[in-house]
Nanobody, 116 residues
Framework: QVQLVESGGGEVQTGGSLRLSCKAF????????MGWYRQAPGKQREFVATISSGGRTKYSDSVKGRFTISRDNGKKLVALQMNGLIPEDTAVYYC??????????WGQGTQVTVSP
């Protein structure tokens, strides 16, 4: 059963912007901690950003100041605005949801490619 669906990936040049969205098909979404991870070819999946149920945000050092995570509880959406993209940001980006009780839920991933 698909519970998180990402969209918005694509290919941009260095310095460009993309906005990723993740639609949640889960109950009581407002209580979930939501976030994004990414995985580049040949590398482990790494943390990108998270946003708590109360809107508190946290970012990895590599994206701080360039990426912004936000959420819309009414629409059950979490977004990742990515500005100032660089080739090192190339990866598959995964949305995740962490409920107050129970296992995490993951999306299928969306590809982001940044060309030099």
């Amino acid at each position: 059963q698909v519970q998180l669906v990402e969209s918005g990936g694509g290919e941009v040049q260095t310095g460009g912007s993309l906005r990723l969205s993740c639609k949640a098909f889960v109950g009581d979404y407002s209580r979930y901690v939501m976030g994004w991870y990414r995985q580049a070819p040949g590398k482990q999946r790494e943390f990108v950003a998270t946003i708590s149920s109360g809107g508190r945000t946290k970012y990895s050092d590599s994206v701080k100041g360039r990426f912004t995570i936000s959420r819309d509880n009414g629409k059950k959406l979490v977004a990742l605005q990515m500005n100032g993209l660089i080739p090192e940001d190339t990866a598959v980006y995964y949305c995740y949801g962490d409920p107050p009780v129970g296992p995490q839920t993951w999306g299928q991933g969306t590809q982001v490619t940044v060309s030099p």
